[in-house]
Nanobody, 125 residues
Framework: QVQVVESGGGLVQAGGSLRLSCAAS????????MGWFRQAPGKEREFVAA????????HYSDSAKGRFTISRDNGKNTVYLQLNSLKPEDTAVYYC??????????????????WGQGTQVTVSS
């Protein structure tokens, strides 16, 4: 198993930036695909970005493309989500998740096995 803990959320004005971190512990970190999801009040959890275990593959939601960047440092057992040009509609709890099926890089929440508690991102207008 792997445990993941998110950090880096906060309150930022529209147009600002944040960097979220997800620290993993437990099994070998590079044996997992890693994903970021978010959930706003009253809405379903939605995919934001994912990065493959080998670092070379990434997927982004349409709303994240061009503004957010996912990366990972296997030496530090950490995955990052850089959030730029933030908008009020980006306000949500952001969750980090790990998937141990390395055959594909999933973009649906149900494919991920291990989840963190989330970190709140609030963007003011």
């Amino acid at each position: 198993q792997v445990q993941v803990v998110e950090s880096g959320g906060g309150l930022v004005q529209a147009g600002g930036s944040l960097r979220l971190s997800c620290a993993a512990s437990g099994r070998i970190f590079n044996a997992y695909n890693m994903g970021w999801f978010r959930q706003a009040p009253g809405k379903e959890r939605e995919f934001v970005a994912a990065i493959g275990w080998s670092v070379g593959t990434t997927h982004y939601s349409d709303s994240a493309k061009g503004r957010f960047t996912i990366s990972r440092d296997n030496g530090k057992n950490t995955v990052y989500l850089q959030l730029n040009s933030l908008k009020p509609e980006d306000t949500a709890v952001y969750y980090c998740a790990a998937d141990d099926d390395l055959r594909t890089l999933p973009v649906v929440a149900g494919r991920y096995d291990y989840w963190g508690q989330g970190t709140q991102v609030t963007v003011s207008s």
